[in-house]
């Protein structure tokens, strides 16, 4: 079992939808939380970065840190074409020598 | 301010022959950190350098090396190229290495080995 699972999707959403993603993971020691967005022939980019649990939303854009489930999601507003892309979700534990951990990314299609 | 650049962004290679890939990474960033990603493994930690220090290593042969020069710029290299490496190549620079590291990635070196 790897140590973060994400769905692979695809996901494909009119626009304007409301999107979820979510990653899960087996090790309760991490407590980074990531989310890269990575367009077709381009590395991925951060989106939003969370210590430990809660939430935090950035324009269109929530990302949420459930440590007793070991359940990350983000979630996307009014979906806009230009959101298409592949969301990775990636994590650590403290320390400065720990590996980021990353999920295999889902392929997300807004569709106009 | 540049982004993380890389060179080249394609290579095609045959098995057997070695590989030096670039990354220039954001001026004033230390770190720099190599992944592979592969449709079916996603991205692999390779290795991170930091003041030309290997600083942590991932699970990859020894075929898989690499080096920081005093100006941050990083080069990894492959040797003896199986099909099975065939994947792109991303590097990322951050700031410092830690626990509030943030990483920025360039576009990649996608190689081809055949």
């Known amino acids: 079992q790897k140590e973060v699972e994400q769905d692979p999707g695809p996901l494909s959403v009119p626009e304007g939808a409301i999107v979820s993603l979510n990653c899960t993971y087996s090790?309760?020691?991490?407590?980074?939380f990531m989310w890269y967005r990575q367009y077709s022939r381009k590395g991925p980019e951060l989106l939003m970065y969370?210590?430990s649990s809660g939430n935090k939303e950035d324009g269109r854009f929530t990302a949420q840190v459930d440590k007793s489930s070991k359940y990350i999601s983000l979630f996307i507003r009014d979906s806009q074409p230009s959101d298409s892309a592949t969301y990775l979700c990636a994590m650590k534990s403290a320390g400065n020598n720990r590996k980021l951990i990353w999920g295999l990314g889902t392929s997300l299609a807004v569709n106009p | 301010k540049a982004g993380v650049t890389q060179t080249p962004r394609y290579l095609i290679k045959t098995r057997g022959q070695q590989v030096t890939l670039s990354c220039s990474p954001i001026?004033?960033?230390?770190?720099v950190s190599w992944y592979q990603q592969t449709p079916g493994q996603g991205l692999q930690f390779l290795f991170e350098?930091?003041?030309?220090?290997?600083?942590n290593k991932g699970n990859f042969p020894g075929r898989f090396s690499g080096r920081q020069f005093s100006n941050s710029r990083s080069e990894m290299n492959v040797s003896t190229l199986e099909l099975g490496d065939s994947a792109l190549y991303l590097c990322?620079?951050?700031?410092?290495?830690?626990?509030?590291?943030?990483?920025?990635f360039g576009s990649g070196t996608q190689l081809s080995v055949l």
């Open positions: 001026s004033g960033h230390r770190s």
């Open positions: 990322a620079s951050s700031l410092a290495i830690g626990d509030g590291e943030k990483l920025f």
């Open positions: 090790n309760s020691a991490f407590q980074y």
């Open positions: 969370t210590y």
């Open positions: 350098y930091f003041s030309e220090t290997q600083r």
